[in-house]
């Protein structure tokens, strides 16, 4: 069974421009969620969605943000770059049961 | 509001210890979930252990073993005659209705030969 696919995995942006990551959940998987990783914060909850629509989100600005479409994959753009922007981005799929199954995630350097 | 702790931020034994990793939660839900990931150094995080709010039995598998307390709002883990290969961060979690995880910031366990 497929486990849940990020892509990119690397990239590397500059102040400014915007980025759009993908992922694609386990076959089935109706729920995707997105979290941002950084050696201080930790994991932090930006979105998570549901047949296509977001059921909740986390404390991000604007600037984030996310969709998902009507094959469970889903995208989440973040525009006008900022350095501190720069993390590791993991996306997960879940059934009811509610248990997250992680891709190995998008691993944004913004300079 | 809802909230995560997990006081130790790194914890170094030598193996064979048996080691306790603490995770304290706020939430003024009644149905809840909680959970623990470990992130090995390949990067992919793995889930090890769900509990709902209304189980507080503890659970043990193989050598890693669940204390689940509602009264302090606590789940800790340990991992008994430790072992180089559980060198990881590890996460708790903690999930309501909202559908919006709340994770620790993680407490990173090196095991020493």
């Known amino acids: 069974k497929a486990g849940v696919t990020q892509t990119p995995r690397y990239l590397i942006k500059t102040r400014g421009q915007q980025v759009t990551l993908s992922c694609s959940p386990i076959?089935?998987?109706?729920?995707v969620s997105w979290y941002q990783q950084t050696p201080g914060q930790g994991l932090q909850f930006l979105f998570e969605?549901?047949?296509?629509?977001?059921?909740n989100k986390g404390n991000f600005p604007g600037r984030f943000s996310g969709r998902q479409f009507s094959n469970s994959r889903s995208e989440m753009n973040v525009s006008t770059l900022e350095l501190g922007d720069s993390a590791l981005y993991l996306c997960?799929?879940?059934?009811?049961?509610?248990?997250?199954?992680f891709g190995e995630g998008s691993r944004l350097t913004v300079l | 509001a809802q909230k995560v702790t997990q006081a130790q931020t790194e914890i170094s034994v030598v193996e064979k210890e048996d080691v306790t990793l603490d995770c304290v939660y706020e939430?003024?839900?009644?149905?809840?979930?909680l959970f623990w990931y470990k992130q090995p150094p390949s990067g992919e995080l793995v889930f090890l252990i769900r509990?709902?709010?209304?189980?507080?039995q503890n659970e043990i598998s193989g050598r890693y073993s669940w204390n689940f307390q509602k009264s302090t709002s606590s789940f800790n883990f340990t991992i008994t005659a430790s072992q180089v290969v559980d060198s990881a961060v590890y996460f708790c979690?903690?999930?309501?209705?909202?559908?919006?995880?709340?994770f620790g910031t993680g407490t990173r366990l090196k095991v020493l030969a």
């Open positions: 997960a799929s879940s059934l009811l049961t509610g248990e997250l199954f």
């Open positions: 076959s089935g998987h109706r729920s």
């Open positions: 969605y549901f047949s296509e629509t977001q059921r």
């Open positions: 939430t003024r839900d009644t149905t809840y979930y």
């Open positions: 509990r709902n709010s209304f189980d507080e």
């Open positions: 979690a903690l999930v309501t209705g909202t559908y919006k995880y709340i």
